[in-house]
């Protein structure tokens, strides 16, 4: 596996492999990697002839009270698990390679950037926007490779590609997570060993409210009340925001339509830790008979 650290070095190689008709595959990482990022690699070994991850903290998705200085870095780690997952470039840029100095441009992305995760964290979007379209403009990927983990951000990625005309196909991986259920995050490292006992909480809560959809509720109002309700057991959990929307575009009607994929998105903090996690979750079709469901306008 080779390490690149200069932008025009990514491009040159990125351009000759596809030259000789290869496809690239692109894994960005903020590092400190673990089961969840090796999933991409390995799925975007799968898919591609060529797989490049980049290492980068991004300055520009924290905020100044955030985690930067401290979000956990261990390039010798990243480096082990990379090769051992078949990925063939490192791209681990210094900061001054991605914000070039004198550097003042930014994307915008829109009103999707300050629903949800964006109204508690109103910089982010903009800042992963941002990095992900120079990271593209570095690597020229054909495919890149994102987390469902980070469900609000795939919506994302997925405009920005369309929007800016990047041609680039975005391929959302499964969660990947421990035995518990608890999401594979960089950040659980900041959990003491009994808030991540206690952390499951967020995977049994996505867990239940699954069940009480298939159990035939439709109604977003009571489907956001059980998460909340089934959340509160742990009263020092901070919960910023548990609710359905609709998978697609984060759209909160009152009822769900049966066949519709709903999302539940959960942004809470436990002790110091910030831990977001989600589950689609698909409305069941009813069990009309065939001349009730002609009926109600459903055949
Ligand atoms: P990060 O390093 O946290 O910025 O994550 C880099 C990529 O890995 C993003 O596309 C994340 O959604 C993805 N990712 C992080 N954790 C997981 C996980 N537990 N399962 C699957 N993908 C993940």
Redesign the pocket.
């Known amino acids: 596996m080779k390490v690149i650290r200069k932008v025009d070095e990514l491009r040159e190689y990125s351009i000759e492999q596809r030259s000789k008709g290869k496809t690239v595959g692109f894994?960005?990482?903020?590092?400190?990697?673990?089961?969840?990022?090796v999933?991409?690699i390995t799925r975007a070994s799968l898919e591609c002839d060529i797989v490049i991850t980049s290492l980068f903290v991004n300055p520009t998705q924290f905020a100044p009270h955030e985690d930067f200085d401290s979000y956990p870095r261990d390039f010798e780690h990243d480096y082990n698990l990379a090769k051992n997952a078949d990925c063939d470039v490192l791209f681990a840029p210094a900061r001054g390679e991605m914000y070039p100095e004198g550097a003042t441009t930014s994307l915008s992305v829109g009103d999707l950037a300050y629903v949800f995760e964006g109204k508690y964290r109103p910089h982010f979007f903009d800042g992963v926007a941002t990095v992900v379209s120079k990271l593209f403009s570095a690597a020229l990927p054909n495919k890149a490779?994102?987390?469902?983990?980070?469900y609000q951000?795939?919506l994302v990625v997925k405009a920005l590609s369309r929007d800016m005309l990047m041609g680039v196909e975005i391929v959302v991986?499964?969660?990947?997570?421990e035995t518990s259920g608890l999401?594979?995050?960089?950040?659980n490292k900041y959990l003491t060993d009994e808030e991540k006992s206690k952390a499951k909480i967020l995977f049994q809560s996505l867990v239940a409210t699954k069940e009480f959809i298939e159990s035939s509720e439709r109604n977003r109002k009571k489907i956001n009340a059980f998460m909340h309700e089934y959340l509160r057991k742990l009263e020092i959990l901070k919960i910023d925001y548990a609710l359905a929307a609709d998978a697609y575009n984060l759209s909160e009607p009152s009822e769900f339509e049966e066949g519709m994929d709903v999302v539940l998105l959960l942004g809470t903090i436990l002790g110091k830790t910030r831990l977001i996690d989600n589950m689609v979750v698909k409305i069941p079709v009813s069990n009309y008979n065939e001349d009730e469901r002609f009926q109600a306008g459903l055949k």
């Open positions: 894994v960005p990482t903020m590092g400190f990697l673990h089961e969840g990022h999933s991409l490779f994102f987390g469902q983990k980070d951000q795939t991986c499964p969660i990947v997570r999401a594979m995050s960089s950040r």
